[in-house]
């Protein structure tokens, strides 16, 4: 069975790989990729596959054999983080000189150096938020805005930007699409505010980030000198997560590209779920129409999921139909040993789903898994409020993502600070962690963490970053060229221009639009209710297909363990009206125990069961058959189902003609499980 890990051979291996140990790392598929050289080349790659992998040593190999000079190659994608991983990689490969950003980081880049010539003079100010200038452009408007208006309307504004929609294009292109204005507003309006938006950016004399593309995209093609040197420089580009290009990005690459095919794309059309920003898979789906002679790869084995969440991720989508895409989606091939079954979990309320996912988070972690992998995923920002509240209460860290950015935090730059004046006089013989340490316990950093939560420990855990990558950084530099204070405070500079924050210890509340690109060894989806996936505002056919993708998306960030769960009431107490998602019909292990829907075995007194089981002795079983399964290398569910375990949980037999009630366990297992099962049950009774 293949395994992979991110780098190869370890951060200490021996200066740049050859190409022939480029290419033994990767598996057929990733090699074939590798080869590709030349463009165009669409890989179609499923979640946990290994694209980052597979094009990075795609470059590699290219560089080591002279086909690609370093600096010629522009490989652009959608976040800093994603950006700054493809440049680590490289460097592990020993490639250095490939420029790796996002669309607006390169296109930023570049406009800054040709402004002066073209246009003349310092560049506009960059305006990195739209608020403060869609609420003017309302109240030069007279309309009357909050906050929430004044965010959506930002939204509306960016969309028609990065669609190249002008505002007196606005109101047919939103009804050719079938996209309705936002609440409050007509079509109209939004053209007229989109026209002052405009006019008080421009008397401002500031741009906003969809003009950065726009504008370096209108200077190549208006300009040829800058056209050509740009395209002398740029002679390969690469662009990842290819189903999220706009028709702005797109109609700036297009540009670079210049008519050339020097292209490699890869994407994934099951991981499309930001088409409300603009985003469409159309691009990727139609590349071979743009190109018939491209060369298609296909990467479908998953090296991240065990195969209970990877069959749990196909099932999902199959279940789309051809309308929602089934048919393109890439069945994924499990590569992992089997892991633990995906355990699914309806609360009585929401408060209850907070507490029980706290408690179980906790369990893991006393488990040995780390807090940092571990994450509660959710379907909009306003759910994570319960779950710090439940997580506080449990004394488990956590941190919320997307919130405050790591290093724009205050104790994170003053230990920059600190660290940038102690490197000029750092000595060299001692080693650059325990310099490191030293140096931080002036801002108040020490080697146990403060008891509770808290500003306190919020600073603590920044500061033990810090500390955690010099560690990391320390633990890859050779022996002849060890780390030194001033390589932490480079290697801090190049993240914190990247925004590519280390790692924080904590468990990750995030949404689920906020998880991709991300993984963790324990997945808690949370909310899966009808209402909230697929969230009520999912009018169209389309947006539920977008939801069932989100579903997809959050499954696969799951290495190996993965419990799904929903509250029946938003509140202690209320009525139990929610029903869990449409897109776990025929999934959900509870629909086959119910009891109006099954008949015993003639002569066999069958348990009757509500579906209320003892969750904690449910997990206890659940880790007993897991030992099982790993001493007879069998999956899981061979040894008792999740049904089972659940009656067995709710039922509580204390002897062997209490347990043979239970459907799904017969005689054969009874003789080898019974005892343990009892003493299992009685222990959870007694604690």
Not at 167 to 190: F, H, I, L
Not at 214 to 242: C, I, P, T, W
């Amino acid at each position: 069975m293949l395994t992979q890990t991110n780098s190869v051979g370890g951060p200490n291996h021996p200066g740049p790989l050859s190409p022939d140990a480029i290419l033994t790392a990767l598996d057929p598929e990733q090699r074939e990729v590798a080869l590709a050289l030349n463009g165009p080349v669409v890989v179609l790659a499923g979640a946990g596959t290994g694209k980052t992998r597979a094009i990075t040593h795609r470059i590699a190999y290219g560089v080591r054999i002279g086909a690609y000079k370093p600096s010629s190659v522009l490989a652009v994608t959608f976040t800093a983080r994603a950006a700054g991983e493809m440049r680590t990689r490289l460097r592990e490969l020993g490639v250095q000189g490939v420029q790796a950003r996002t669309f607006h980081a390169a296109a930023l880049r570049q406009l800054g150096y040709f402004w002066p010539r073209i246009v003349g003079g310092a560049p506009p100010r960059l305006q990195e938020y739209k608020a403060q200038l869609v609420a003017e452009a309302a109240r030069r408007l007279g309309l009357s805005v909050d906050r929430v208006a004044v965010r959506d309307l930002s939204s509306e504004v960016e969309w028609a930007k990065v669609s190249l929609i002008t505002a007196d294009d606005y109101e047919k292109a939103a009804q050719a699409v079938g996209r309705e204005a936002p609440s409050g507003y007509d079509g109209q309006t939004v053209s007229r505010l989109i026209t002052a938006y405009e006019e008080a950016k421009t008397e401002r004399g500031v741009i906003d980030f969809e003009d950065v593309l726009l504008m370096l995209g209108d200077m190549l093609n208006s300009h040829k000198a800058v056209a050509d040197e740009v395209r002398s420089q740029y002679r390969h580009f690469v662009v990842d997560e290819y189903q999220d290009v706009s028709p702005l990005q797109q109609f700036l690459l297009d540009q670079w590209l210049g008519g050339r095919r020097e292209l490699c794309v890869v994407g994934d059309p099951s991981q499309t779920i930001y088409s409300f920003t603009g985003a469409s898979p159309r691009h990727l789906l139609q590349f071979r129409r743009t190109y018939p002679e491209a060369q298609e790869i296909r990467l479908v084995r998953d090296y991240r999921s065990t195969p209970q969440v990877v069959n749990l991720a196909n099932e999902v989508l199959k279940r789309a139909g051809r309308e929602g895409g089934a048919h393109q989606a890439l069945e994924l091939v499990a590569q992992r040993r089997p892991g633990p079954p995906t355990a699914f979990t309806a609360y009585d309320d929401d408060e209850a789903e907070a507490k029980g996912i706290a408690t179980r988070a906790a369990r893991l972690i006393q488990s040995g898994i780390k807090p940092s992998e571990i994450a509660v995923l959710y379907r909009t920002n306003a759910q994570s409020e319960a779950f710090e509240a439940a997580f506080a209460d449990a004394g488990v860290g956590y941190l919320v993502r997307g919130g405050q950015r790591f290093f724009q935090r205050k104790e994170v730059r003053d230990a920059i600070l600190l660290l940038r004046g102690a490197a000029r006089s750092a000595d060299p013989e001692l080693p650059m962690p325990d310099q490191v340490r030293d140096i931080l316990a002036a801002a108040g950093w020490a080697d146990q963490a403060p008891t509770g939560r808290g500003a306190a420990r919020e600073r603590w855990d920044a500061m033990q970053a810090l500390v955690s990558l010099a560690d990391d950084l320390a633990a890859a530099a050779p022996p002849e060229s060890p780390a030194t204070v001033a390589g932490l405070v480079a290697e801090l500079d190049e993240r914190a221009s990247a925004q590519h924050a280390p790692t924080v210890e904590g468990v990750t509340l995030a949404s689920l639009h906020a998880a991709k690109g991300l993984e963790w060894d324990a997945v808690f989806l949370a909310g899966m209710s009808e209402g909230l996936m697929p969230i009520s505002l999912a009018e169209s056919d389309d947006a539920v297909h977008e939801e069932r993708r989100l579903l997809y998306v959050g499954i696969t960030r799951a290495r190996e363990h993965l419990e799904v769960s929903f509250g029946r009431s938003r509140n202690p107490g209320g009525r139990a009206t929610r029903k869990r998602t449409r897109f776990l019909d025929g999934l959900w292990p509870d629909e086959s125990r119910n009891p109006r829907a099954r008949t015993a075995p003639k002569g066999h007194a069958r348990a009757l069961l509500t579906g209320e089981h003892d969750v904690a002795l449910f997990d206890a079983l659940r880790d007993w058959r897991l030992e099982v399964a790993r001493e007879t290398d069998k999956p899981a569910y061979t040894v008792l189902t999740d049904a089972t375990l659940a009656a067995i949980a709710e039922i509580r037999p204390s002897a062997i003609a209490e347990l043979a009630r239970v459907d799904g366990i017969g005689p054969a297992k009874i003789d080898r499980f019974g005892a343990t099962i009892l003493a299992i049950v009685s222990a959870a009774q007694s604690s």
